[in-house]
């Protein structure tokens, strides 16, 4: 599985930015999809993840703000950010998992997109 992920950018604090994660590979669907980030100097953490018939589930920091979703059909992973926060500053990185259980652990993940950069400013 490749992951491509995009959509980061500058934004305000109070804004919105919408990533996408576009995976290859015919088995989308059969994989935990997650998003991560890792800010400057600090280790990479679980934002949300979710499951192939969408249940989710995210971190308290971003509940209420950050929404993951996905399009089995697209092969894609979307996490719509609203609200963002100067301290949501980080890059961003979409993986997936080879099983259909959740995790927020960074080891049981099997592939990893490159990141994309988010910037919020205050």
């Known amino acids: 599985v490749q992951l491509q992920a995009s959509g980061g950018g500058l934004a305000q604090a109070g804004g919105s930015l919408r990533l996408s994660c576009a995976a290859s590979?015919?088995?989308?669907?059969?994989?935990?999809m997650g998003w991560f980030r890792q800010a400057p100097g600090k280790e990479r953490e679980f934002v949300a993840g979710?499951?192939?018939?969408?249940?989710?589930r995210s971190q308290d920091s971003v509940k209420g703000r950050f929404t993951i979703s996905r399009d089995n059909a697209k092969r894609t992973v979307y996490l719509q950010m609203n609200s963002l926060k100067p301290e949501d500053t980080a890059v961003f990185y979409c993986?997936?998992?080879?099983?259909?259980?959740?995790?927020?652990?960074?080891?049981?993940?099997?592939?990893w997109g490159q990141g994309t950069q988010v910037t919020v400013s205050s």
């Open positions: 979710i499951r192939w018939d969408d249940v989710t």
């Open positions: 993986a997936a998992r080879s099983s259909a259980y959740s995790s927020s652990s960074v080891t049981d993940y099997d592939y």
């Open positions: 590979g015919r088995t989308f669907s059969r994989y935990y």
